[in-house]
């Protein structure tokens, strides 16, 4: 659901495109459909039906998930909407509305970061150097115990990274996902 949304908010930011989608879980045949002389790939099944379906519901305000994902991202929030009926499905179908919220926990948009100067010129410098193409690839190891500010550092690195970005005309896409699992690492894009 983060990649969906990250979808929608580039094509919006880059190309002016608004979408809207419509997610389930299934099973589905992925494959070639057809004969020698005329075929396709495709991806068929109710899973995939159901899908396009909620893609185009009146309902739908950008993104709609079926019951099943619903059950399987339980650790996300969600709005119940009221059951559509859907060409293939004899009783109505739950649907639900993901409830993605963007926040800055460091503060409001414009609120300066206190302290950690050294880390966020860091970060700027290797943005930049991949920026003037003096490096090809940047890594900062962010790690430490929780509660001492990670997400509040990265969040007003990417808002400075950002402003560098375009106050140097570069194009660029932050991709971010923060892992709550201490035994991994995942990285900021």
Excluded at 31 to 52: F, K, M, T, W
Excluded at 79 to 107: D, M, T
Aim: net charge positive; charged share 20%.
């Amino acid at each position: 659901m983060p990649f969906a949304a990250n979808v929608q908010q580039i094509l919006k930011a880059k190309l002016d495109i608004e979408c809207k989608m419509g997610a389930t879980y299934g099973k589905a045949y992925c494959g070639v459909v057809g004969g020698v002389d005329r075929h396709e790939y495709a991806v068929l099944g109710p899973s995939v039906n159901l899908a396009a379906r909620l893609m185009t519901n009146k309902s739908n305000k950008g993104f709609l998930v079926d019951e099943e994902v619903q059950r399987k991202a339980s650790n996300r929030g969600f709005e119940g909407l009221a059951p559509v009926k859907a060409k293939g499905y004899k009783q109505l179908v739950p649907i639900f509305q993901p409830v993605l919220q963007h926040r800055n926990s460091w503060g409001s948009e414009g609120t300066e970061f206190v302290g950690r100067t050294s880390e966020i010129k860091q970060i700027l410098k290797g943005a930049e150097d991949i920026i003037d193409a003096t490096a090809s690839t940047s890594m900062v190891w962010v790690s430490a115990e929780s509660g001492y500010g990670k997400s509040a550092l990265l969040g007003q690195a990417i808002e400075k990274v950002s402003d560098l970005c375009s106050s140097k005309s570069a194009t660029y896409v932050i991709v971010c996902h923060v892992c709550s699992d201490a035994d991994s690492f995942q990285p900021l894009r």
